[in-house]
């Protein structure tokens, strides 16, 4: 079981940069994916960037380039680096965990996916 806390939202201008922060907490070890998604009102939350278990950083096509994502396994701390942030960037981010977990009285496991409350990122022309 793990909690994730995001930090690091603000107000930027456009061409501006902004990094955000996901801290995680409890079996941390046992976290496999990470990722970043956001939201608006009146969209379905979209997947920005994740970084699959043993993988390399992955980018959606509106972010690819501008975005940097990296993921320190030890601590449990993955960082979103948004570079030349555009108004279209504007929403509510939020960091998303997938934890292995015990299932039952026997060793078999589980994926649990596990969300953060998000963090208000906000772009101005």
């Known amino acids: 079981q793990v909690q994730l806390v995001e930090s690091g939202g603000g107000l930027v201008q456009a061409g501006g940069s902004l990094t955000l922060s996901c801290v995680a907490s409890?079996?941390?070890?046992?976290?496999?994916?990470v990722a970043w998604y956001r939201q608006t009102p009146g969209k379905s939350r979209e997947l920005v960037a994740r970084?699959?278990?043993?993988?390399?950083?992955q980018y959606a096509d509106s972010v690819k380039g501008r975005f940097s994502m990296s993921r320190d396994n030890t601590n449990g701390t993955t960082l979103l680096q948004m570079n030349t942030l555009k108004p279209e960037d504007t929403a509510v981010y939020y960091c998303?965990?997938?934890?292995?977990?015990?299932?039952?009285?026997?060793?078999?496991?589980?994926?649990?996916?596990?969300w953060g409350k998000g963090t208000l990122v906000t772009v101005s022309s």
């Open positions: 409890g079996t941390i070890d046992r976290i496999s994916n």
């Open positions: 970084i699959l278990y043993g993988g390399s950083p």
């Open positions: 998303n965990a997938d934890c292995l977990e015990d299932v039952g009285s026997s060793d078999a496991m589980k994926v649990v996916t596990y």
